[in-house]
């Protein structure tokens, strides 16, 4: 099989051979590791802590929101997942970008947009994220991540 990468570049350097992300629900912009990594949303952990009186009743909740670490891409192409913050030798990894994309392209200027790996197939179009057959999820994993 062979994949159509005619188009495989990255919106903001113009870089080709190297790990691409799409957004969740769109085939543009197209964006490398590097160019997220300058744009990546910021994410808190919301943390909840019940306050309580001198005989133990719950009187009230505080509300904390912790910022979480700035991430880097790995050679996988997969960060930090920002789910439980504070058990961080087991945090799970992935492969899914918050970016925020308002100075690549207008339509996106929510500030935080979910970004997955952009793997294409023999058409030019891309593999949904959980139907991309194996070896193309290889190739994607084989390109360079910077
Ligand atoms: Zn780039």
Request: aromatic share 8%; with cysteine.
């Amino acid at each position: 099989m062979k994949n159509n990468t005619n188009n495989y570049v990255c919106a903001v350097c113009g870089r080709r051979e190297i790990k691409l992300w799409r957004p969740y629900m769109g085939t543009v912009p197209l964006i490398c590791a590097t160019c997220a990594e300058k744009r990546q949303s910021l994410r808190v952990y919301r943390e909840t802590v019940s306050l309580n009186d001198v005989e133990g009743n719950t009187i009230g909740k505080t509300n904390i929101n912790f910022p979480l670490p700035k991430w880097k891409v790995n050679e996988d192409g997969a960060i930090p997942s920002p789910v439980r913050p504070h058990y961080e030798e087991s945090r799970p990894m992935t492969k899914r970008l918050l970016v925020n994309l308002s100075d690549v392209a207008r339509e996106y200027s929510s500030g935080a947009m979910d970004m997955i790996p952009a793997i294409p197939d023999e058409n030019g179009f891309f593999w949904g994220i959980t139907s991309a057959p194996k070896d193309s999820v290889e190739w994607w994993k084989n390109l360079p991540t910077r």
